[in-house]
């Protein structure tokens, strides 16, 4: 509670800072001849806003990551890590990004190549093999995840859903290279005696994102979905669809899995970090629906805004992620790592989604 308080307490600096420049706005003004007040300066925040403070303000101390969202460190000369996960399969990960891969008799499948250490995926793979890249599927289209596969070199067959292809094609990025396989709704990768099953459940984080999932090893990979230990990333990491998202989540938890590579943070997720998440999303869902119903649409708004409808409906999503984001703190502050960076995003991305969807 007392970080809260500090919480509090940044917010009012920054507050008041940003006050004291808009009275040296106002004095500029004067100096012009002009004696408008000056508008679109930060006021207060309203009555009863939440402890936790709103976008875009710089906080002097975010609340502590607990201990469950920490992975194995990451070797610094190497800048990744290697984890087995069953029979030649392997996760490498800089404890930021994720991605897998598989070896076969002739040759090695990596699933996903994300920029931030694909210059060293073909060490990680040396580690194990000496075998080269045949195939390289992509999770899906986002170049923060595959953006590293030019680097890989050689020929690789490419695997990806019809519409990673389709998105893919308009963005044209040298980076990223065209799929040459695609699938609709489910592939199966023999090679081998290993074995991988492809398949896509429609839109969520973004057209084209797969499951993939390898069954001797018990391993699924699902991007962007599932963030172990954490907070999703803003506004349930940019989802594309999030009631499609939520429902995807959900699908995750009743599959058969023992380890899951969720292409984000530090340590494998269990199914346990699955069943958190979906808590998590469904108290954020209800306290934008309790908050939506409850929230009188102006309240305290200068009334020369009056004739302004983005400005009222502004105040109003403001106060509606305000008290969403009052209600899921208690219960969720110290349990997530990072809850302080995204709630708001969370609330707002919610009680849009409930608002249109
Ligand atoms: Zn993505």
């Known amino acids: 509670m007392s970080c809260l308080i500090r919480l509090i307490a940044s917010t009012a600096v920054v507050y008041s800072i940003l006050a004291t420049s808009a009275l040296a706005d106002t004095a500029a003004g004067e100096h012009n001849g002009s004696t408008a007040a000056p508008a679109g300066h930060a006021g207060v925040p309203f009555p009863g806003a939440p402890e ?116 893919l094609l308009r963005d044209a990025d040298p980076a990223r290279p065209i799929p040459t396989v695609v699938f609709k709704t489910s592939y199966r990768m023999q090679l081998g005696s290993q074995h991988l099953e492809l398949s896509y459940h429609g839109d969520g984080h973004e057209p084209g994102n797969i499951f993939i999932y390898a069954p001797e090893q018990k391993t699924l990979m699902v991007v962007d979905l599932v963030f172990p230990g954490w907070m999703p990333f803003r506004r349930f990491a940019v989802a594309h669809d999030l009631p499609g998202w939520m429902a995807q989540v959900e699908m995750i938890a009743k599959l058969p899995f023992d380890k899951l590579v969720a292409g984000h943070v530090a340590r494998l997720g269990t199914r346990a970090d699955v069943l958190t998440q979906i808590e998590f999303d469904n108290d954020v869902k209800s306290a934008a629906a309790a908050a939506l119903k409850t929230t009188p649409f102006v309240d305290g708004i200068n009334p020369a805004d009056a004739g302004n409808p983005w400005a009222l409906t502004d105040d109003y999503t403001a106060r509606v992620a305000g008290s969403c984001v009052k209600a899921v703190t208690p219960k969720w502050s110290n349990r997530l790592g990072a809850f302080d960076t995204f709630v708001w995003d969370e609330c707002y991305a919610m009680e849009q989604s409930l608002r249109v969807d």
Not at 151 to 162: D, R
């Open 52 to 167: 936790i403070a709103p976008i875009g303000v710089r906080l002097d101390k975010y609340i502590d990551v607990p201990e469950a969202a920490k992975g194995p460190p990451i070797d610094p000369a190497k800048g990744y890590r290697l984890e087995k996960l069953g029979r030649g399969l392997y996760m490498v990960t800089d404890n930021g990004y994720q991605s897998m891969f598989m070896v076969y008799e002739s040759g090695v499948v990596v699933v996903d190549a994300p920029p931030s250490y694909a210059a060293r995926l073909k060490q990680a793979i040396a580690e194990v093999t000496t075998l080269p890249i045949t195939h390289i599927i992509y999770s899906h289209s986002h170049t923060d995840h595959i953006g590293g596969a030019g680097l890989l070199g050689g020929h690789p067959v490419i695997v990806a859903q019809e519409e990673t292809k389709r998105l």
